[in-house]
């Protein structure tokens, strides 16, 4: 079974800085998917960056970008340039056994930018 | 309307009532998921329907019915439920196989009294 471990449950930092947030997982698969979600308190769950196992290269988009350790099993989040928008609480989450995917995720990071 | 809609966004019921939550999705995807969040617990996967056969139940009290008509909706009829059951469920859909992750509703927030 895959599991997925958030070791931060709380995080703050101060607006304009840089914050990442750490994700570790477990599978035998060779093949699979990593993401990142933020649910903002409007509740809703928002796909923020997504890594393909075999794609080496880091995901990034904007301001977000991964660190993508497979033989470490690791997948942290950098956000740079922190607004006061990027409060919320961050999931880290793993898909594998394609054509019934069930997407694992992990216990979250509450992350909160200071003014 | 583009997205994963839910409805209702609220909803307080008795132990004793009946209700359901209604999931569409306006995405063409072929999959559908419940999860129920609750605090300070991590996302519990409830039910997956993959083309609309249900592929997944997850130990769930037979109090929690899903059921999928089409590919495009998807419902979980309430009944008799507990106190402990109030929380935040989520509806998410994606295409299978693609590997693009779930797209997500805003949820509704169940409160049993």
């Known amino acids: 079974a895959q599991t997925v471990t958030q070791s931060q449950p709380e995080m703050s930092v101060q607006e304009a800085e840089t914050v990442t947030l750490s994700c570790t997982y477990d599978t035998s698969e060779n093949n699979y998917y990593l993401f990142w979600y933020k649910q903002p308190p409007s509740r809703q769950m928002i796909l923020v960056i997504r890594q393909e196992a075999y794609k080496q290269q880091n995901a990034t988009e904007n301001r977000f970008s991964v660190n993508f350790q497979k033989a470490a099993k690791s997948f942290s989040l950098k956000i740079s340039d922190s607004q006061l928008g990027d409060t919320a609480m961050y999931f880290c989450a793993f898909i594998s056994n394609f054509g019934n995917e069930k997407l694992t995720f992990g216990t979250g990071t509450r992350l909160t930018i200071i003014p | 309307e583009t997205g994963v809609t839910q409805t209702p966004r609220h909803l307080v019921m008795g132990m004793t009532n009946k209700k359901s939550l209604k999931c569409e999705q306006h995405l063409g995807h072929n999959a559908m998921y419940w999860y129920k969040q609750s605090a300070k617990k991590p996302l519990e996967l409830m039910f997956v329907?993959?083309?609309?056969?249900?592929?997944e139940n997850n130990s769930v009290p037979s109090r929690f019915s899903p059921e999928c008509p089409n590919s495009s909706h998807l419902f979980l009829h309430l009944h008799t439920l507990q106190p402990e059951d109030s929380a935040l469920y989520l509806c998410?859909?994606?295409?299978?196989?693609?590997?693009?992750?779930?797209?997500f509703g805003s949820g509704t927030r169940l409160t049993v009294v």
């Open positions: 329907y993959n083309f609309k056969e249900q592929t």
């Open positions: 998410a859909s994606s295409q299978v196989s693609r590997g693009t992750g779930y797209t």
